[in-house]
């Protein structure tokens, strides 16, 4: 972790705010097994009905499924629905 990063931390802390609102990585929500959230992204990496990438900015969101649906995508949010199975985060 470099300085910026802790200080960023440390401003998250002091102002009891969400390090990720600070920090620029992407907040994720799942709801049950059929339903995931997130935002911020910078867009889908790979799409299919099995498996979705997404691109965080320092990381990669795999969402791993069936039935798997981008419901809705904005720049600040995206929503997929289906089975959801896993979601693994790649550097």
């Known amino acids: 972790m470099d300085g910026k990063e ?16 600070v920090a620029g990585v992407p907040r994720i929500e799942i709801v049950g097994d059929g339903e995931l959230r997130m935002g911020p992204h910078r867009g889908i990496l790979a799409y299919g009905s099995e498996e979705i990438h997404i691109s965080g900015g320092k990381l990669v969101v795999r969402v791993v499924g069936e039935g798997l649906e981008l419901r809705a995508m904005t720049p600040a949010e995206l929503l997929i629905t289906g089975r959801i199975r896993a979601v693994e985060f790649m550097g």
């Open 6 to 21: 802790g200080l960023l931390e440390r401003a998250a802390r002091m102002f009891d705010l969400p390090a990720d609102a």
